[in-house]
């Protein structure tokens, strides 16, 4: 049986995110194991190693994609995957930071299938340990990194970290002034999720001690590949499997402005009118018939558009690599990144 | 007329305080203005520049204590103030980011004498504030010293910062978990306040290049002040003047668990008794007498232990110095923490 190109790379990037993880899980265990307890205790549930009672569970920690960027970059600049593993764990580290403060900020009960950390331990302890990480993530750098390539990696990273807490101020603020264009829509995603993944991607070049044009074109490749990630995780926000996808509702459930709402809402037809009634009353009181809005987001064109979008975002990720040839292992991920399920 | 010795520190102590925030002032001011908005517009608010619509206002910004402290302990150690500027302005900001996530923790509603940034902006924005304050806090540290002394310098900071998260988590525990010893409250309180008075007074020797030893001994000596300004804190949350002080309420008024209520509560006196009878009501229904309480505390000895443990830690950290002669400043500064009022 003859595997199909799109099977074949899906495979690879399988087996790309599974050796990064490999790699980087004990960096990133034995950072979590130097914090004080309970946080040890939170950050190995939060990372999935663990349940809130400290027994080892199966489960794994997210898809890793972002330290499989960092790792994949280095080596598409020379450098061994080992040159990166500090600089990988560090960008999880900042990766989870995040999402334990935005799980609190957006009232998200469930992470990765799981109770969330606030929910278990309260939204006091959940910040303590989003702030822990932040600081183990740089600490990481700092012991993990020889001395300039770490302060030039430190610099990037509290950089992107500027960008995503900026991000997700107006990711908040689009939930309160009503919609949205799709440009400022798409300055948004820039901040909250192609800036880590560019910053990922950079450090990777970093640590191979890449030229600074390199290392930019790796920010940008990371910058749009993040941008297709964001917008393809706004399609399954809506029209994913629960069962797959480990979020219990649809991103329209809770009237969030996601890209195919943005852009169906832009679209001057009769479904925007009848998707911005529906978004206009106050989800306190009337639940929001999910699978009639799914269909009016679609025949506005707001499916199809973020699609395109997306492609477009991973064509410029794939347009900004320097050395395509050295760089398969990124096609591979850009791949998966714009074919994923969840 | 003489002046007397005390008042001579004091005014001294003043000076100090004063010069190291002129010092430091654009430092800081510089950092904030590279946010992007309206994070810069939040931060300037919470360190009193301007208020909430920008406008100039003539408040001042705290006391300052930390950056005075990193930059003394650089004089005490042969360098320049403006060697250690970089560092002040650092502790500093991760000084006001843990300010901002404490608020929101605590439910704190004034800060400074002001609406706290969260009862102003909404608590995601102040997380949001407070997570790109420690990252600016990095980025000030990268850019602003030499290479290997920035490396130092991050790593003592954010080692402080998950000491501090600790601490902070202790501190919330004890709001629930019912009345501690004296012992296990100063555990808090050496996460909670002294480790990051600690690391003002190691950076600072870290920037003037001194050896191991010598940055170890500021370190105790920031430490054991930072003890003895929390311990201090509590005296002035109980008996404080508010006109003066800028808080609005007691300490007990909160059950909060400082050190005078955990002091007192030990200290098996017939108003021991009747002082855990009142912090055993549900504050959400009966308001506390504090008058009350307070003399309760004050009969069970809780006030007289805390300013003698207090007492106690200044001496320690004056032992601490290994050369008292260049510390002056120092001396002066560890003055005023154990006399203030605010």
């Known amino acids: 049986m003859v595997e199909s190109t799109s099977a074949a790379t899906s495979r690879r990037a399988g087996e790309i995110l599974t050796s990064a993880r490999k790699l980087c899980d004990p960096v990133l265990r034995e950072a979590v194991s130097s914090l004080p307890e309970p946080l040890r205790l939170m950050g190995g549930y939060h990372f999935g190693w663990w349940d809130a009672e400290g027994a080892a569970t199966p489960r794994q920690a997210g898809k890793a994609l972002r330290p499989a960027l960092t790792v994949c970059s280095a080596v598409a600049c020379g450098a061994t995957a080992r040159a990166a593993l500090a600089a990988a764990a560090a960008v999880e580290l900042v990766h989870n930071f995040t999402l334990l403060h935005d799980d609190v900020m957006d009232g998200d009960q469930v992470r990765r299938g799981r109770p969330a950390v606030w929910t278990v331990w309260g939204i006091p302890d959940a910040l303590l340990l989003g702030d822990a990480l932040h600081a183990l993530a740089i600490r990481v750098l700092v012991t993990g990194l020889p001395g300039r ?13 500027i960008e995503m807490c900026h991000g997700q101020h107006q ?172």
């Open 149 to 161: 390539t770490a302060t030039a990696a430190i610099a990037r990273l509290e950089s992107a970290v």
């Open 171 to 342: 990711d908040c603020r689009f939930r309160t002034v009503g919609p949205v264009d799709v440009e400022e829509y798409a300055r948004m995603a820039m901040g909250k999720t192609g800036a880590l993944m560019g910053c990922a991607c950079a450090l990777g070049a970093v640590c191979a001690r890449a030229d600074p044009p390199t290392v930019s074109a790796m920010d940008t490749f990371g910058r749009e590949l993040g941008m297709a990630f964001q917008f393809v995780d706004d399609l399954i926000g809506i029209w994913g499997d629960p069962e797959i996808t480990g979020k219990p509702a649809s991103d329209l459930a809770r009237q969030a402005m996601s890209l195919p709402v943005v852009s169906a809402l832009g679209s001057g037809t009769a479904a925007a009118a009848e998707l911005a009634t529906m978004y206009g009353r106050d989800p306190a009181i009337d639940s929001m018939d999910t699978a009639r809005a799914a269909a009016l987001v679609e025949s506005a064109g707001g499916r199809e558009r973020t699609r395109r979008l997306a492609e477009r975002r991973v064509r410029a990720a794939i347009a900004a690599l320097t050395d395509p040839a050295s760089a398969a292992d990124l096609m591979a991920l850009a791949g998966l990144v714009s074919d994923r399920n969840h």
